[in-house]
Protein backbone atom coordinates (compact mmCIF):
# COMPACT_ATOMS: atom_id res chain seq x y z
CA UNK A 1 0.00 0.00 0.00
CA UNK A 2 2.90 2.43 1.02
CA UNK A 3 4.25 1.88 -2.61
CA UNK A 4 1.31 2.39 -4.51
CA UNK A 5 0.25 5.71 -2.34
CA UNK A 6 3.53 6.98 -2.67
CA UNK A 7 3.77 6.04 -6.82
CA UNK A 8 0.59 7.92 -7.10
CA UNK A 9 1.38 10.80 -5.55
CA UNK A 10 4.43 11.28 -6.97
CA UNK A 11 4.10 9.52 -10.02
CA UNK A 12 5.35 12.62 -12.25
CA UNK A 13 8.42 13.51 -10.39
CA UNK A 14 9.61 10.10 -10.65
CA UNK A 15 8.83 9.48 -14.25
CA UNK A 16 10.97 13.21 -14.76
CA UNK A 17 13.69 12.08 -12.43
CA UNK A 18 14.45 8.64 -14.26
CA UNK A 19 14.34 9.98 -17.48
CA UNK A 20 17.29 12.45 -16.16
CA UNK A 21 19.12 9.61 -14.26
CA UNK A 22 18.76 6.74 -16.31
CA UNK A 23 21.66 7.62 -18.75
CA UNK A 24 24.41 4.34 -18.29
CA UNK A 25 27.26 4.22 -20.70
CA UNK A 26 27.29 0.99 -23.07
CA UNK A 27 29.96 -1.62 -22.34
CA UNK A 28 31.02 -4.45 -23.97
CA UNK A 29 30.58 -7.80 -21.57
CA UNK A 30 32.51 -10.79 -22.26
CA UNK A 31 31.49 -13.82 -21.87
CA UNK A 32 33.02 -16.86 -20.60
CA UNK A 33 34.36 -19.99 -22.82
CA UNK A 34 33.64 -22.85 -21.47
CA UNK A 35 34.12 -25.67 -24.24
CA UNK A 36 36.57 -28.28 -23.28
CA UNK A 37 38.24 -31.36 -25.10
CA UNK A 38 35.53 -34.32 -25.81
CA UNK A 39 38.15 -36.48 -24.32
CA UNK A 40 41.79 -37.20 -23.05
CA UNK A 41 43.19 -39.20 -25.35
CA UNK A 42 40.66 -40.31 -27.40
CA UNK A 43 39.43 -42.34 -24.82
CA UNK A 44 35.49 -42.79 -24.21
CA UNK A 45 35.55 -44.03 -20.79
CA UNK A 46 32.90 -42.07 -18.44
CA UNK A 47 33.90 -44.22 -15.25
CA UNK A 48 35.21 -41.36 -12.54
CA UNK A 49 37.43 -42.34 -10.23
CA UNK A 50 36.81 -38.82 -8.56
CA UNK A 51 33.65 -40.52 -7.61
CA UNK A 52 35.10 -43.02 -4.71
CA UNK A 53 35.58 -41.45 -1.18
CA UNK A 54 38.84 -40.68 0.06
CA UNK A 55 38.27 -42.76 2.57
CA UNK A 56 37.68 -45.50 0.97
CA UNK A 57 40.80 -44.35 -1.97
CA UNK A 58 43.49 -44.31 0.38
CA UNK A 59 42.78 -47.36 2.58
CA UNK A 60 45.49 -47.28 4.83
CA UNK A 61 44.64 -46.62 8.47
CA UNK A 62 47.47 -44.67 9.88
CA UNK A 63 47.02 -42.03 6.35
CA UNK A 64 43.16 -41.86 7.33
CA UNK A 65 43.45 -41.06 10.63
CA UNK A 66 46.19 -38.23 9.85
CA UNK A 67 43.65 -37.11 7.30
CA UNK A 68 41.12 -36.99 9.70
CA UNK A 69 42.92 -35.01 12.34
CA UNK A 70 43.78 -32.37 9.98
CA UNK A 71 40.27 -31.91 9.39
CA UNK A 72 39.57 -31.11 12.38
CA UNK A 73 42.78 -29.37 13.63
CA UNK A 74 44.34 -27.74 10.12
CA UNK A 75 44.88 -23.97 11.12
CA UNK A 76 44.72 -23.00 7.50
CA UNK A 77 41.23 -24.78 6.91
CA UNK A 78 39.86 -23.53 10.14
CA UNK A 79 40.93 -19.88 9.24
CA UNK A 80 38.82 -20.65 5.76
CA UNK A 81 35.81 -21.49 8.02
CA UNK A 82 36.08 -18.20 9.70
CA UNK A 83 35.82 -16.53 6.27
CA UNK A 84 33.01 -18.62 5.16
CA UNK A 85 30.77 -17.29 8.11
CA UNK A 86 31.99 -13.62 7.14
CA UNK A 87 30.71 -14.23 3.65
CA UNK A 88 27.46 -15.69 5.58
CA UNK A 89 26.92 -12.40 7.45
CA UNK A 90 27.59 -10.37 4.52
CA UNK A 91 24.48 -12.40 3.01
CA UNK A 92 22.37 -11.22 6.38
CA UNK A 93 24.09 -7.14 5.73
CA UNK A 94 22.38 -7.34 2.02
CA UNK A 95 19.57 -8.92 2.71
CA UNK A 96 18.66 -6.57 5.53
CA UNK A 97 19.13 -3.64 3.42
CA UNK A 98 16.34 -4.01 1.06
CA UNK A 99 13.72 -4.67 3.83
CA UNK A 100 11.72 -1.83 6.50
CA UNK A 101 14.14 -0.57 8.87
CA UNK A 102 12.28 -0.13 12.24
CA UNK A 103 13.16 1.69 15.65
CA UNK A 104 12.56 2.95 18.47
CA UNK A 105 13.01 6.51 19.09
CA UNK A 106 13.10 8.79 22.41
CA UNK A 107 13.84 12.24 23.12
CA UNK A 108 13.90 15.17 25.90
CA UNK A 109 14.99 18.71 25.31
CA UNK A 110 14.13 22.12 26.58
CA UNK A 111 14.67 25.30 24.27
CA UNK A 112 13.65 29.18 25.65
CA UNK A 113 12.18 30.95 22.34
CA UNK A 114 12.81 34.90 22.20
CA UNK A 115 10.06 37.12 22.80
CA UNK A 116 10.41 39.32 20.26
CA UNK A 117 9.79 36.74 17.61
CA UNK A 118 6.80 35.22 15.99
CA UNK A 119 6.99 32.21 17.84
CA UNK A 120 8.28 33.93 20.68
CA UNK A 121 5.36 36.33 20.27
CA UNK A 122 2.90 33.32 19.85
CA UNK A 123 3.69 31.54 22.77
CA UNK A 124 3.16 34.04 24.79
CA UNK A 125 -0.39 35.17 23.94
CA UNK A 126 -1.15 31.28 24.03
CA UNK A 127 -2.75 29.30 26.96
CA UNK A 128 -3.07 25.77 26.95
CA UNK A 129 -5.46 25.66 29.07
CA UNK A 130 -8.14 28.68 30.49
CA UNK A 131 -5.58 30.66 32.67
CA UNK A 132 -2.48 28.24 32.12
CA UNK A 133 0.65 29.60 30.03
CA UNK A 134 2.66 28.09 27.65
CA UNK A 135 6.09 26.82 30.26
CA UNK A 136 8.52 28.84 29.91
CA UNK A 137 11.73 27.81 28.68
CA UNK A 138 9.34 25.02 26.91
CA UNK A 139 10.60 20.95 27.50
CA UNK A 140 9.98 18.63 24.72
CA UNK A 141 9.27 15.19 25.23
CA UNK A 142 8.99 12.73 22.77
CA UNK A 143 8.91 8.95 21.95
CA UNK A 144 7.89 6.19 19.47
CA UNK A 145 8.29 4.15 16.20
CA UNK A 146 10.10 5.42 13.25
CA UNK A 147 10.58 3.13 10.04
CA UNK A 148 12.71 4.03 6.44
CA UNK A 149 12.40 1.72 3.78
CA UNK A 150 14.09 1.90 0.76
CA UNK A 151 11.88 0.56 -2.63
CA UNK A 152 14.12 -1.58 -4.43
CA UNK A 153 12.32 -0.71 -7.80
CA UNK A 154 15.41 -1.43 -10.21
CA UNK A 155 16.59 -4.61 -7.74
CA UNK A 156 19.87 -2.82 -6.95
CA UNK A 157 19.68 -4.31 -3.35
CA UNK A 158 18.12 -7.52 -4.27
CA UNK A 159 20.86 -8.20 -6.95
CA UNK A 160 23.62 -7.02 -4.25
CA UNK A 161 22.42 -9.56 -1.54
CA UNK A 162 22.37 -12.80 -4.45
CA UNK A 163 25.85 -11.38 -4.98
CA UNK A 164 26.67 -11.89 -1.78
CA UNK A 165 24.96 -14.99 -1.80
CA UNK A 166 27.54 -16.13 -4.85
CA UNK A 167 30.34 -14.85 -3.28
CA UNK A 168 29.43 -17.11 -0.20
CA UNK A 169 29.01 -20.37 -1.84
CA UNK A 170 32.20 -19.69 -3.65
CA UNK A 171 34.06 -19.32 -0.15
CA UNK A 172 32.35 -23.22 0.60
CA UNK A 173 34.14 -24.00 -2.68
CA UNK A 174 37.22 -22.40 -1.63
CA UNK A 175 37.24 -24.54 1.53
CA UNK A 176 36.54 -27.74 -0.62
CA UNK A 177 39.31 -26.51 -2.63
CA UNK A 178 41.21 -26.40 0.05
CA UNK A 179 40.46 -29.77 1.11
CA UNK A 180 41.11 -31.44 -2.01
CA UNK A 181 45.10 -30.05 -1.49
CA UNK A 182 45.11 -30.68 1.97
CA UNK A 183 44.18 -34.48 1.44
CA UNK A 184 46.68 -34.64 -1.37
CA UNK A 185 49.48 -32.73 0.54
CA UNK A 186 49.21 -35.34 3.70
CA UNK A 187 48.79 -38.39 1.40
CA UNK A 188 51.79 -37.43 -1.06
CA UNK A 189 53.88 -36.95 2.16
CA UNK A 190 53.13 -40.12 3.68
CA UNK A 191 53.83 -42.29 0.56
CA UNK A 192 56.93 -39.87 0.40
CA UNK A 193 57.69 -41.39 4.65
CA UNK A 194 57.31 -44.29 3.70
CA UNK A 195 59.53 -44.55 0.17
CA UNK A 196 62.57 -43.10 2.46
CA UNK A 197 61.83 -45.63 5.02
CA UNK A 198 62.51 -48.38 2.22
CA UNK A 199 65.36 -45.86 1.68
CA UNK A 200 67.15 -45.83 5.14
CA UNK A 201 66.45 -49.65 4.83
CA UNK A 202 68.46 -50.00 1.09
CA UNK A 203 71.33 -48.05 2.70
CA UNK A 204 71.57 -50.17 5.69
CA UNK A 205 71.71 -53.05 3.90
CA UNK A 206 74.91 -51.77 1.65
CA UNK A 207 76.22 -51.12 4.22
CA UNK A 208 76.36 -54.51 6.00
CA UNK A 209 77.37 -56.27 2.44
CA UNK A 210 79.50 -52.89 1.96
CA UNK A 211 81.63 -53.97 5.49
CA UNK A 212 81.96 -57.24 5.17
CA UNK A 213 83.71 -56.36 1.91
CA UNK A 214 86.34 -54.52 3.58
CA UNK A 215 87.08 -57.25 6.04
CA UNK A 216 87.71 -59.76 2.91
CA UNK A 217 89.79 -57.12 1.23
CA UNK A 218 91.55 -56.41 5.10
CA UNK A 219 92.03 -60.31 5.06
CA UNK A 220 93.52 -59.87 1.19
CA UNK A 221 96.05 -57.16 1.90
CA UNK A 222 97.57 -59.32 4.24
CA UNK A 223 98.17 -62.44 2.21
CA UNK A 224 99.60 -59.51 -0.33
CA UNK A 225 97.09 -60.28 -2.86
CA UNK A 226 96.11 -56.36 -2.60
CA UNK A 227 97.81 -53.28 -1.71
CA UNK A 228 96.50 -50.40 0.88
CA UNK A 229 95.18 -48.24 -1.82
CA UNK A 230 92.33 -50.77 -2.31
CA UNK A 231 91.76 -50.99 1.78
CA UNK A 232 91.40 -47.15 1.92
CA UNK A 233 88.84 -47.34 -1.44
CA UNK A 234 86.44 -49.94 0.40
CA UNK A 235 86.82 -48.18 3.54
CA UNK A 236 86.04 -44.48 2.26
CA UNK A 237 82.84 -46.29 0.22
CA UNK A 238 81.86 -47.90 3.60
CA UNK A 239 81.73 -44.37 5.03
CA UNK A 240 80.46 -42.68 2.60
CA UNK A 241 77.14 -45.08 2.58
CA UNK A 242 77.52 -44.58 6.37
CA UNK A 243 76.94 -40.39 5.93
CA UNK A 244 73.92 -41.32 3.18
CA UNK A 245 71.71 -43.03 6.30
CA UNK A 246 72.07 -39.75 8.42
CA UNK A 247 71.04 -36.96 4.68
CA UNK A 248 67.73 -40.16 4.67
CA UNK A 249 66.94 -39.36 9.01
CA UNK A 250 67.20 -35.77 8.09
CA UNK A 251 64.51 -36.41 5.53
CA UNK A 252 62.31 -38.33 7.49
CA UNK A 253 62.46 -35.73 10.02
CA UNK A 254 61.44 -32.96 7.99
CA UNK A 255 58.68 -35.06 6.35
CA UNK A 256 57.19 -36.40 9.60
CA UNK A 257 57.14 -32.78 11.01
CA UNK A 258 55.53 -31.40 7.47
CA UNK A 259 52.79 -34.08 8.27
CA UNK A 260 52.61 -32.98 11.97
CA UNK A 261 52.23 -29.06 10.60
CA UNK A 262 49.44 -30.01 8.30
CA UNK A 263 47.68 -32.10 10.86
CA UNK A 264 47.54 -29.16 13.30
CA UNK A 265 49.92 -30.62 15.82
CA UNK A 266 53.77 -30.20 17.19
CA UNK A 267 56.35 -32.60 16.43
CA UNK A 268 55.87 -36.56 17.33
CA UNK A 269 57.09 -39.49 15.21
CA UNK A 270 54.21 -40.30 12.56
CA UNK A 271 52.99 -43.64 13.00
CA UNK A 272 52.94 -45.88 10.03
CA UNK A 273 53.27 -49.10 8.99
CA UNK A 274 56.59 -50.93 7.43
CA UNK A 275 55.81 -51.31 3.42
CA UNK A 276 58.11 -52.94 1.31
CA UNK A 277 58.16 -51.50 -2.29
CA UNK A 278 56.54 -54.23 -3.96
CA UNK A 279 53.71 -54.17 -1.37
CA UNK A 280 53.80 -50.34 -2.31
CA UNK A 281 51.56 -49.83 -5.49
CA UNK A 282 49.64 -47.23 -6.23
CA UNK A 283 45.54 -47.28 -7.55
CA UNK A 284 44.48 -47.32 -10.98
CA UNK A 285 42.62 -44.30 -11.87
CA UNK A 286 39.90 -43.32 -14.10
CA UNK A 287 39.59 -40.11 -15.47
CA UNK A 288 36.54 -40.55 -16.99
CA UNK A 289 35.36 -37.01 -19.76
CA UNK A 290 37.01 -33.77 -19.50
CA UNK A 291 33.47 -32.52 -18.71
CA UNK A 292 32.90 -34.09 -15.60
CA UNK A 293 35.48 -30.88 -14.23
CA UNK A 294 33.20 -28.63 -14.48
CA UNK A 295 30.72 -30.86 -12.02
CA UNK A 296 33.85 -32.30 -9.77
CA UNK A 297 36.56 -29.61 -9.17
CA UNK A 298 36.17 -27.26 -6.21
CA UNK A 299 37.85 -24.63 -7.99
CA UNK A 300 36.54 -24.17 -11.30
CA UNK A 301 32.95 -24.01 -9.41
CA UNK A 302 34.43 -21.17 -7.09
CA UNK A 303 35.12 -19.61 -10.19
CA UNK A 304 31.96 -19.86 -11.72
CA UNK A 305 30.20 -18.25 -8.62
CA UNK A 306 32.80 -15.43 -8.22
CA UNK A 307 32.19 -14.53 -12.11
CA UNK A 308 28.39 -14.89 -11.28
CA UNK A 309 28.84 -12.27 -8.19
CA UNK A 310 30.85 -9.79 -11.08
CA UNK A 311 27.56 -10.09 -13.44
CA UNK A 312 25.20 -9.16 -10.55
CA UNK A 313 27.91 -6.39 -9.10
CA UNK A 314 27.53 -4.90 -12.81
CA UNK A 315 24.08 -4.80 -12.58
CA UNK A 316 23.94 -2.99 -9.41
CA UNK A 317 26.49 -0.37 -10.53
CA UNK A 318 24.68 0.08 -13.24
CA UNK A 319 21.14 0.62 -11.43
CA UNK A 320 23.38 3.60 -9.18
CA UNK A 321 22.38 5.90 -12.50
CA UNK A 322 18.66 5.12 -12.05
CA UNK A 323 16.15 6.90 -9.08
CA UNK A 324 15.97 5.68 -5.90
CA UNK A 325 12.51 5.91 -4.08
CA UNK A 326 12.51 6.34 0.16
CA UNK A 327 10.04 6.12 2.05
CA UNK A 328 10.37 7.35 5.65
CA UNK A 329 7.04 7.34 8.89
CA UNK A 330 6.65 7.60 11.95
CA UNK A 331 4.05 7.04 14.98
CA UNK A 332 4.54 8.47 18.54
CA UNK A 333 3.86 10.60 21.31
CA UNK A 334 4.95 14.28 22.61
CA UNK A 335 4.45 16.92 24.58
CA UNK A 336 5.94 19.80 26.59
CA UNK A 337 5.07 18.11 29.97
CA UNK A 338 4.96 14.35 31.04
CA UNK A 339 1.41 14.99 32.40
CA UNK A 340 0.32 15.72 28.66
CA UNK A 341 2.74 13.17 26.79
CA UNK A 342 -0.18 10.13 26.98
CA UNK A 343 -3.11 12.22 26.05
CA UNK A 344 -5.02 12.04 22.60
CA UNK A 345 -3.57 15.33 21.60
CA UNK A 346 -0.32 14.26 21.69
CA UNK A 347 0.00 11.45 19.08
CA UNK A 348 1.94 12.51 16.20
CA UNK A 349 2.52 10.46 12.81
CA UNK A 350 4.31 10.78 9.94
CA UNK A 351 4.94 9.76 6.10
CA UNK A 352 7.03 11.16 3.56
CA UNK A 353 8.29 9.73 0.12
CA UNK A 354 11.63 10.78 -0.95
CA UNK A 355 13.12 10.70 -4.96
CA UNK A 356 16.95 10.80 -5.86
CA UNK A 357 18.66 10.57 -8.77
CA UNK A 358 21.90 11.60 -9.89
CA UNK A 359 21.90 14.67 -12.52
CA UNK A 360 25.38 16.15 -12.91
CA UNK A 361 29.16 15.02 -11.93
CA UNK A 362 28.50 11.44 -12.35
CA UNK A 363 31.84 10.31 -11.87
CA UNK A 364 32.29 8.14 -8.89
CA UNK A 365 29.17 6.18 -10.27
CA UNK A 366 30.39 6.12 -13.78
CA UNK A 367 33.99 4.83 -12.09
CA UNK A 368 32.34 2.26 -9.85
CA UNK A 369 30.11 0.56 -13.34
CA UNK A 370 33.41 0.98 -14.81
CA UNK A 371 34.96 -0.65 -12.15
CA UNK A 372 32.70 -3.77 -11.63
CA UNK A 373 32.44 -4.09 -15.66
CA UNK A 374 35.95 -4.38 -15.26
CA UNK A 375 36.01 -6.87 -12.78
CA UNK A 376 33.38 -9.01 -14.39
CA UNK A 377 35.44 -9.98 -17.51
CA UNK A 378 38.28 -10.52 -15.02
CA UNK A 379 36.54 -12.88 -13.55
CA UNK A 380 35.61 -14.25 -17.21
CA UNK A 381 39.22 -14.76 -17.77
CA UNK A 382 39.84 -16.02 -14.13
CA UNK A 383 37.01 -19.07 -14.97
CA UNK A 384 38.93 -19.55 -18.26
CA UNK A 385 42.14 -19.58 -17.08
CA UNK A 386 40.38 -22.30 -13.75
CA UNK A 387 39.13 -24.85 -16.72
CA UNK A 388 42.34 -24.68 -18.69
CA UNK A 389 44.73 -25.28 -15.61
CA UNK A 390 42.47 -27.86 -15.04
CA UNK A 391 42.70 -29.91 -17.95
CA UNK A 392 46.30 -29.22 -18.48
CA UNK A 393 47.03 -30.92 -14.77
CA UNK A 394 45.08 -33.48 -15.64
CA UNK A 395 46.67 -34.61 -18.86
CA UNK A 396 50.22 -33.47 -17.36
CA UNK A 397 49.50 -36.53 -14.59
CA UNK A 398 48.12 -39.21 -17.06
CA UNK A 399 50.95 -38.93 -18.92
CA UNK A 400 53.15 -38.77 -15.98
CA UNK A 401 51.56 -42.40 -14.60
CA UNK A 402 52.15 -43.79 -18.00
CA UNK A 403 55.62 -42.76 -18.10
CA UNK A 404 56.83 -43.59 -14.70
CA UNK A 405 55.23 -47.50 -15.37
CA UNK A 406 57.27 -47.89 -18.12
CA UNK A 407 60.62 -46.08 -16.33
CA UNK A 408 60.07 -48.44 -13.32
CA UNK A 409 59.77 -51.63 -15.02
CA UNK A 410 62.78 -51.10 -16.62
CA UNK A 411 64.42 -49.62 -13.20
CA UNK A 412 63.52 -52.90 -11.70
CA UNK A 413 65.56 -54.58 -14.12
CA UNK A 414 68.56 -52.58 -13.84
CA UNK A 415 68.14 -53.40 -10.34
CA UNK A 416 68.29 -56.77 -10.40
CA UNK A 417 70.74 -56.61 -13.19
CA UNK A 418 73.27 -54.89 -11.11
CA UNK A 419 72.10 -56.49 -7.79
CA UNK A 420 73.67 -59.79 -9.35
CA UNK A 421 76.68 -58.16 -10.56
CA UNK A 422 77.59 -57.19 -7.28
CA UNK A 423 77.82 -61.06 -6.41
CA UNK A 424 79.52 -61.52 -9.44
CA UNK A 425 82.43 -58.72 -8.64
CA UNK A 426 82.54 -60.38 -5.71
CA UNK A 427 83.50 -63.53 -6.70
CA UNK A 428 85.78 -62.82 -9.47
CA UNK A 429 87.44 -60.63 -7.01
CA UNK A 430 88.04 -63.22 -4.59
CA UNK A 431 89.49 -65.32 -7.19
CA UNK A 432 91.45 -62.62 -8.68
CA UNK A 433 89.98 -62.06 -11.74
CA UNK A 434 88.51 -58.34 -11.21
CA UNK A 435 89.94 -55.64 -10.18
CA UNK A 436 89.07 -53.98 -6.63
CA UNK A 437 87.74 -50.51 -8.99
CA UNK A 438 85.19 -53.19 -10.69
CA UNK A 439 83.75 -54.69 -7.18
CA UNK A 440 82.97 -50.57 -5.82
CA UNK A 441 82.14 -49.09 -9.00
CA UNK A 442 79.51 -52.02 -8.99
CA UNK A 443 78.03 -51.55 -5.47
CA UNK A 444 78.01 -48.19 -6.40
CA UNK A 445 75.91 -48.46 -9.43
CA UNK A 446 73.84 -50.29 -7.64
CA UNK A 447 72.87 -48.40 -4.62
CA UNK A 448 72.42 -45.93 -7.25
CA UNK A 449 70.36 -47.79 -9.34
CA UNK A 450 68.27 -48.59 -6.16
CA UNK A 451 67.75 -45.56 -4.70
CA UNK A 452 66.62 -44.11 -8.41
CA UNK A 453 64.28 -47.02 -8.14
CA UNK A 454 62.98 -45.93 -4.94
CA UNK A 455 62.36 -42.24 -5.88
CA UNK A 456 60.39 -43.45 -9.34
CA UNK A 457 57.94 -45.19 -6.88
CA UNK A 458 57.67 -42.35 -5.00
CA UNK A 459 56.85 -40.46 -7.79
CA UNK A 460 54.38 -43.21 -9.03
CA UNK A 461 52.85 -42.44 -5.47
CA UNK A 462 52.35 -38.99 -5.73
CA UNK A 463 51.46 -38.82 -9.84
CA UNK A 464 48.42 -41.11 -8.38
CA UNK A 465 47.76 -38.61 -5.64
CA UNK A 466 48.14 -35.56 -8.01
CA UNK A 467 45.38 -37.19 -10.51
CA UNK A 468 43.50 -38.32 -8.04
CA UNK A 469 43.12 -34.24 -6.78
CA UNK A 470 43.17 -32.88 -10.27
CA UNK A 471 40.03 -34.82 -11.62
CA UNK A 472 38.30 -32.94 -8.34
CA UNK A 473 38.44 -35.65 -5.88
CA UNK A 474 38.62 -35.76 -2.50
CA UNK A 475 36.30 -32.50 -1.14
CA UNK A 476 33.06 -34.71 -1.03
Not at 102 to 121: F, L, M, Q
Not at 446 to 455: C, I, N
Amino acid sequence: MYKERIFKRLGIAFIILAFMGCSVPALIQKDANTSVPQSYNTSKDTVNSVNTRWKEFFNDPYLTTLVDSALQNNQELNITMQEIEIARNEIRARKGEYLPSVGISAGAGVEKVPRYTNIGAMEATTEMEPGKEMPEPLPDLMGGLVASWEVDVWHKLRNAKQSAVNRYLASVEGRNFLVTNLIAEIASSYYELLVLDNQLAIIQQNMKLQSSALEIVKIQKESARVNELAVRRFQAQALHTQGLQYDIQQKITETENRINFLVGRFPQAVQREKQSLENLLPRGIQAGLPIHLLANRPDIRQAELQLKAAKLDVQVARASFYPSLGITSGLGLRAFSPGYLFKPESLFYSLAGDITAPLINKNAIKAMYFGASAQQVQAVYNYEKTILNANIEVMNEMARISNLEQSYNLKMKEVEALTQSIDISNSLFRSARADYMEVLMTQRDALESKFDLTETKMQQMKAMVNIYRALGGGWN
